[in-house]
């Protein structure tokens, strides 16, 4: 099968222990250039630009937000946020709990103080918040008439389980919520995600290929949408026990190269 697309989860899947891309990944992506390689992720759009300078793919489209937010060529071609006030919900129940509250949109992320989870998630990422009140943002952007590509709550693992529970009791219709650590809960509007994103990136930037025409690499609950809709969906073996059970095709772990390994085999 001649695959003329390439799509990888970031975290878990495609870097290293270091959390950075190794010198193997970046070859065989660069060998099968120009097979586009897109980042698909959680992350903002600036947690991902760096990656992409390593790989020497800066011109090619991302889908960042779980797939709340697609840019091709430097454009906006699909964008689903969540409305201010289902943040205020969230915001309300996360001061309850004493949880910490990261607001994105596009490359904005807002934190109400630079805490240690503050502090951690800027280290992870490279990218640096923010400060600003909850309540100064949701005014800002009710305004403006935006809201969040992704709610990211971290905190003590009890809380987050207290929370996770009441946001899924109350709000599971409006809201994909997603475990990506015991410690963190990433919030994204009910209505996207990996799949739905690929499938606004081939209407629009890629209209000669089709979903049978993909690989596509993940780890986690949120990729296995996607894993099952593309031509062949590969999980690294580190991945979540569903991921390997519903994957086309198990690879190394991220910590092992598994990407650029299943790249040399496929391609």
């Given at each position: 099968?001649?695959?003329?697309?390439?799509?990888?989860?970031?975290?878990?899947?495609?870097?290293?222990?270091?959390?950075?891309?190794?010198?193997?990944?970046?070859?065989?992506?660069?060998?099968?250039?120009?097979?586009?390689?897109?980042?698909i992720s959680s992350r903002m759009p600036a947690a991902m630009h760096h990656l992409q300078k390593d790989l020497k793919n800066e011109s090619t489209p991302l889908i960042a937000y779980n797939g709340g937010l697609v840019i091709s060529d430097n454009q906006i071609i699909h964008s689903t946020f969540i409305a201010p006030a289902m943040i205020q919900n969230v915001a309300d129940q996360c001061q309850q709990n004493s949880v910490h509250l990261s607001l994105y949109y596009n490359d904005e992320w807002y934190v109400p103080s630079m805490d240690y989870w503050a502090k951690?998630?800027?280290?992870?990422?490279?990218?640096?918040?923010?400060?600003k009140s909850t309540k100064d943002v949701i005014q800002g952007w009710t305004e403006e008439n935006k809201g969040a590509h992704k709610i990211m709550c971290?905190?003590?693992?009890?809380?987050?389980?207290?929370?996770?529970?009441?946001?899924?009791?109350?709000y599971s219709d409006d809201v994909h919520l997603y475990r990506s650590k015991p410690t963190y809960i990433e919030i994204s509007h009910k209505a996207i995600s990996k799949k739905t994103a690929i499938e606004m990136l081939l209407k629009h930037t890629f209209t000669r290929i089709k979903?049978?025409?993909?690989?596509?690499?993940?780890?986690?609950?949120?990729?296995?949408e996607m894993l099952e809709a593309v031509g062949m969906g590969v999980a690294v073996s580190n991945a979540q026990t569903q991921v390997l059970e519903i994957a086309n095709m198990v690879t190394d772990t991220n910590k092992n190269d598994g990407v650029a390994k299943a790249i040399q085999e496929l391609f």
């Open positions: 099968m001649g695959y003329k697309l390439i799509c990888s989860d970031i975290d878990g899947t495609l870097l290293n222990k270091d959390r950075e891309l190794s010198q193997s990944t970046i070859a065989q992506v660069q060998r099968v250039s120009p097979i586009p390689f897109i980042l951690r998630e800027e280290n992870n990422t490279k990218v640096s918040p923010v400060v971290m905190g003590d693992e009890n809380e987050i389980d207290v929370l996770y529970n009441y946001l899924e009791e109350n979903m049978k025409d993909i690989v596509a690499f993940g780890d986690n609950f949120n990729d296995i």
